[in-house]
């Protein structure tokens, strides 16, 4: 698997706590992006990254922002999290240039 | 912006036969078609890809066909086995750094 890991790998929160998932790449690629994976809707993007300090909405952002200050980490907050944002959050990494995506391992999130 | 529809959402065969998964895209900008393979409780992993310049792409029993005309794509499995089992995402890329939208998912089950 691609150089990607994600912290942490399972969380249970309450509703109304902030929450923070790190997602870390060894690979130096410029492109990052975060996923939230839910029965019935597939993957659905909710923040990308261009470059250190670079970032943007994707479809489903609402209630979630994300921050970039190295290469490396790429990290999303939920600022008051929901039971709606109960979910698998994936990590991906692209190298400029090339196509593919590479998934990290997920997080499963339960917001109760 | 891109919507990609995926049927069927769920897929029985018995080993040995041949599965196909079928996609449609709405954005005829897209120009890269990669298929993901999720295993339960795993990332997502590119199993074949093709490009809008060509029509067919093989890889020992996985292949993909392209209709740019009809503006859909199929992934065929042949020769099932067990260990095929899994989520299979179809998805349209129309280039730029967030311009991958995946379709919602089929869940193949091959029966020993």
């Known amino acids: 698997d691609a150089g990607i890991t994600q912290s942490p790998r399972h969380k249970v929160t309450e509703t109304g706590t902030p929450v923070t998932l790190r997602c870390h790449q060894t690979e130096n690629h410029r492109y990052m992006y975060w996923y939230r994976q839910d029965p019935g809707h597939g993957l659905r993007l909710i923040h990308y990254s261009y470059g250190v300090k670079d970032t943007d909405k994707g479809e489903v952002s609402d209630g979630y922002s994300v921050s970039r200050s190295k290469t490396e980490d790429f990290l999303l907050t939920l600022e008051s999290a929901t039971s709606s944002q109960t979910s698998v959050y994936f990590c991906?990494?692209?190298?400029?240039?090339?196509?593919?995506?590479?998934f990290g391992p997920g997080t499963r999130l339960l917001v109760l | 912006g891109e919507n990609v529809e995926q049927h069927p959402s769920t897929l029985s065969v018995q080993e040995g036969d041949s599965a196909v998964i079928k996609c449609t895209y709405s954005?005829?900008?897209?120009?890269?078609f990669p298929w993901y393979k999720q295993e339960l409780g795993k990332r997502p992993q590119l199993i074949i890809d093709i490009r809008s310049n060509v029509g067919e792409k093989k890889d020992q029993r996985i292949a993909v066909t392209l209709n740019k005309t009809a503006k859909h794509f199929s992934l065929h499995i042949t020769e099932t086995q067990p260990e095929d089992s899994a989520v299979y995402f179809c998805?349209?890329?129309?280039?730029?750094?967030?311009?991958?939208?995946f379709g919602t998912g089929t869940k193949l089950q091959v029966i020993p």
């Open positions: 998805a349209a890329d129309s280039g730029g750094y967030q311009k991958v939208t």
């Open positions: 991906a990494i692209r190298e400029q240039g090339l196509e593919t995506q590479y």
């Open positions: 954005d005829s900008a897209s120009n890269y």
